[in-house]
C-alpha cells in the first residue's frame, strides 16, 4: 500500500517511477534504465535484503541517491 501510495503521488508531480517487490526486481531494473533516487524498504518481500541492495547500488551506481523508508 505504501509504494502505491509513494508512485501514485509521485506520479502526480511528474516523476516517472518504477515500483518493484524484490531486490532481483530493482537490480534488473537498475540495469535497464538509470535512476535518480532509489526509495528503498530495509525488508523486502519478508526479508531482510535492504541494506545488501542499499551497499549494492551505492558500489555499482554512486551517483543514485538512496532514502531508506
Excluded: H
Aim: with cysteine.
Amino acid at each position: 500500500a505504501m509504494a502505491f501510495l509513494l508512485q501514485t503521488t509521485l506520479e502526480m508531480q511528474g516523476y516517472a517511477v518504477s515500483a518493484v517487490s524484490s531486490g532481483e526486481e530493482a537490480v534488473e531494473a537498475l540495469r535497464q534504465r538509470p535512476v535518480s533516487l532509489l526509495i528503498l524498504d530495509s525488508l523486502l518481500n519478508g526479508q531482510a535484503v535492504g541494506w545488501k541492495l542499499c551497499q549494492y547500488v551505492k558500489q555499482t551506481y554512486p551517483a543514485v541517491r538512496v532514502i531508506f523508508a
